[in-house]
Every structure is written in C-alpha cells, then in structure tokens.
T-cell receptor, first 113, second 115 residues
C-alpha cells in the first residue's frame, strides 16, 4: 500500500520568504503525486500533480514541486510567500490499478507580515 | 466553473441521533468519493463509487455508516447512530474516470459536531 509522510505539522514563514513544505512517499510501484491546498472551511483544491512526464512540476499560484525518486520525495516550494498562501497543504499519492489518492496529515502554512 | 455541491455545510447533533449528508458531483463525473477529515488530519477514504456501484468501502464502518448513489449521480452518506468520535468534516469529491493521475474535485464539505 502507498503512503505519504509530511514532515512538520506547521511551517511558519515571513511574507516574501521561501516556502518549503516536505513530503516523502512510500510506494512499491511508480506513483502519481499531488499537492492540494485547503483554505479554511473549504474543500481541497489541486495545486499540482506529478505524472512522470517531468520531474519538476509547476502549479498554480507560483508553487512548484520536484519529484526525486532517489529520495522518495516530492517537496513543495514557492520562492516568495504571500499572506494569501496561508492554508493547509496536503500531499497525496496514488498508483496504477487503484488510482485512489492517499493523503498525508497536512502541513499548516502560517505567513507572518 | 462546475462545483461539487454538498449539504448541509454544518450539522450539530446529539449522540445516538441519525444524520445524513448529500453530495451532487460535477455533471458527467462517473466516480464519487466520500472522505472523512478529522481535525488536524488528512482526508481518509470512506467509500468510492463508480456510477452507482461501490468500488471500495473497506474503511466504511458499516455497523453505523451507509452510503448510496442510486442513479449514479448524487449520493447520500448516513450515520446512525452518531457517536462522539464521528465529529469531523465529511468531504465529497468526484472525478471523470478512475485512471492515470486521477484528480479529484472536492466540495466544501459538511462539518459534523456530535454532542
């Protein structure tokens, strides 16, 4: 079975600083990987997805993530944080045959002015 | 932009009562999911439908939870009787097909508080 581990339940950055949210996955077969964002009292929205076409994936709102097979990682980054980026971020993994995403516990991004 | 509709947004009930949540997926989406999200945790799959058929309900507590999608369109998730530990956000999601990098579109959720 596949799984993801998100390191750090909370990440705090200053506005304008680099955002780095960590995700490590476990899968016995090549995975599909996703990052979703959840704003307060809302559902999850897709930020970006990895499908094996390219290891560096660009998403919405200036976010990107890099798939590193050797490290089994799919960390999410953004060069400069905005106040509007404050939200809960979830990493998810799925595999061929199942296609049902399994979510991590989430990382809460806090952005200070 | 098409959305997944859920109701009610908020529900407060006493333990041992029955509750029901409704979901209307994006038109044309064959696959529908119900996830439970406990505060501070990620969503966990309860049940997945392909059209009107259940694909996976292995994590659904069947002694008290039931889900149906009778005509392969909208769906209802029921809890009877509700327990204190059922307090959570219940998220419905849909996707066009089960294949590839399957992207789910989520509704805003139904937040349940059991007193």
């Amino acid at each position: 079975a596949q799984s993801v581990t998100q390191l750090g339940s909370h990440v705090s950055v200053s506005e304008g600083a680099l955002v780095l949210l960590r995700c490590n996955y476990s899968s016995s077969v090549p995975p599909y990987l996703f990052w979703y964002v959840q704003y307060p009292n809302q559902g999850l929205q897709l930020l970006l997805k990895y499908t094996s076409a390219a290891t560096l994936v660009k998403g919405i709102n200036g976010f990107e993530a890099e798939f590193k097979k050797s490290e089994t990682s799919f960390h999410l980054t953004k060069p400069s944080a905005h106040m509007s980026d404050a939200a809960e971020y979830f990493c998810a993994v799925s595999v061929r045959g199942s296609y049902i995403p399994t979510f991590g516990r989430g990382t809460s991004l806090i952005v200070h002015p | 932009e098409a959305e997944v509709a859920q109701s009610p947004r908020y529900k407060i009930t006493e333990k041992s009562q029955a509750v029901a949540f409704w979901c209307d997926p994006i038109s044309g989406h064959a696959t529908l999911y119900w996830y439970r999200q406990i505060l501070g945790q990620g969503p966990e799959l309860l049940v997945q439908f392909q059209d009107e058929s259940v694909v996976d309900d292995s994590q659904l507590p069947k002694d008290r939870f039931s889900a149906e999608r009778l005509k392969g369109v909208d769906s209802t998730l029921k809890i009877q009787p509700a327990e204190l530990g059922d307090s959570a956000m219940y998220l419905c999601a849909s996707s066009p097909v089960i294949a590839g990098a399957n992207v789910l579109t989520f509704g805003a959720g139904s937040r349940l508080t059991v007193l």
